[in-house]
């Protein structure tokens, strides 16, 4: 009984992912993709200078490196997103993604190595289009 309901509860989780998917990939096809919409989102945060700032701060000084690189991008996780960036930046960050608050750290996560490594084609970061 125990089995059958974690199973149950995993495919909700997956299916609130998936949905949170679908409206991330409604959000990059109107905002430019995912380096405009999180270049939009960090605006208020000193733009992607200031967010790679606050994870460098938090001790993720490789796994930047490695996104402004030309090497492979490391991974970095939701729950190191939330201590670097900490509850009040996540919820502006959820707010400007329009995504619910637990979920922005595992968007982030997910994206934000491929965002900052397409924004910094010669290891410096471009603003979008716009947001210069």
């Known amino acids: 009984m125990r089995s059958s309901f974690n199973e149950l509860q995993r495919r909700f989780q997956m299916g609130l992912?998936?949905?949170?998917?679908?409206?991330l990939q409604n959000e990059l096809a109107q905002r430019g993709g995912i380096q405009g919409v999180l270049g939009q989102a960090f605006q208020g945060a000193g733009g992607y200078d200031g967010i790679l700032a606050k994870l460098k701060q938090a001790g993720?000084?490789?796994?930047?490196?490695?996104?402004?690189?030309?090497?492979?991008?490391?991974?970095?996780?939701a729950a190191q997103i939330e201590a670097a960036l900490g509850d009040?930046?996540?919820?502006?960050?959820?707010?400007?993604?329009?995504?619910?608050?637990?979920?922005?750290?595992?968007v982030l996560?997910?994206?934000?190595?491929?965002?900052?490594?397409?924004?910094s084609p010669n290891g410096v970061i471009v603003p979008p289009a716009g947001q210069a």
Do not use: K, R
Not at 91 to 105: D, E, K, R, Y
């Open 88 to 106: 009040q930046h996540l919820q502006q960050l959820a707010a400007s993604m329009g995504i619910p608050l637990n979920q922005v750290a595992s």
């Open 17 to 23: 992912l998936d949905q949170f998917e679908g409206i």
């Open 60 to 77: 993720l000084g490789d796994q930047v490196a490695s996104w402004l690189g030309p090497n492979s991008n490391l991974p970095v996780t």
């Open 109 to 119: 996560a997910q994206h934000l190595p491929a965002a900052v490594d397409q924004a």
